[in-house]
């Protein structure tokens, strides 16, 4: 069993999605949980962060998470607009 963890950065942005941006978003959360290696991993600063790219509602969202073998962290989620220097702090 995985268990889940959330950032308070994701629980923020995630609150305020619309319900049609939902599914998308929890398709890939749980695409993430099945299999962590989709994302790619960062290097520098943010080595250890992974990042899985994904469509919603036309639009390319980015999903900032860690992982190890029994559990997967929920650092960020956006668009790419200033997603790595949010994710930087």
């Known amino acids: ?3 889940l963890f959330q950032k308070p950065a994701f629980k923020r942005v995630y609150k305020k999605l619309h319900k049609n941006q939902l599914g998308s978003v ?4 749980q695409t993430l949980v099945d299999s962590p290696e989709l994302g790619v ?3 520098g600063d943010l080595s250890g962060v992974f990042v899985y790219k994904f469509e919603c509602l036309g639009q390319q ?3 900032a998470y860690e ?5 997967r962290t929920l650092l960020l989620l956006g668009v790419h607009e200033n997603f790595y220097r949010d994710l930087k702090r």
């Open 1 to 3: 069993m995985v268990k």
């Open 41 to 43: 991993e960062k290097k």
């Open 61 to 63: 969202f980015l999903l």
């Open 67 to 71: 992982w190890d073998e029994c559990s």
């Open 26 to 29: 929890n398709r890939a959360i």
